[in-house]
Nanobody, 126 residues
Framework: QVQLVESGGGLVQAGGSLRLSCAAS????????MGWFRQFPGKEREFVAAISGSGSITYYTDSVKGRFTISRDNAKNTVYLQMNSLKPEDTAVYYC???????????????????WGQGTQVTVSS
């Protein structure tokens, strides 16, 4: 069983930056593909970014390309989401997710993930 704990959310002005962190329990973190999702009020959870277990492959939804960067530190069992040039429409609850995988795979559908964090609120004011 893997536990994921997000941190780093908060309130920021438009154009600002935040870095989300997701700390994972367990000893084989590099065998887990990781992803970030977000959920707007009344909407389904949507994909934001994903990273392979090795960290060598990343994938983003179009709306965040060039603004957000997903990365991981396998020695610290942590995945990050650096969010720059934030917009009010980025306001949502952000979740990290993980699943066991080969080191070069990534996933972007919520049902493909087995483990989820509790979520962290990101609010961008205009």
């Amino acid at each position: 069983q893997v536990q994921l704990v997000e941190s780093g959310g908060g309130l920021v002005q438009a154009g600002g930056s935040l870095r989300l962190s997701c700390a994972a329990s367990g000893r084989t973190f590099n065998s887990y593909a990781m992803g970030w999702f977000r959920q707007f009020p009344g909407k389904e959870r949507e994909f934001v970014a994903a990273i392979s277990g090795s960290g060598s492959i990343t994938y983003y939804t179009d709306s965040v390309k060039g603004r957000f960067t997903i990365s991981r530190d396998n020695a610290k069992n942590t995945v990050y989401l650096q969010m720059n040039s934030l917009k009010p429409e980025d306001t949502a609850v952000y979740y990290c997710a993980g699943r066991q995988s080969t080191v070069y795979s990534f996933y972007y559908r919520p049902y493909e993930y087995d483990y989820w964090g509790q979520g962290t609120q990101v609010t961008v004011s205009s």
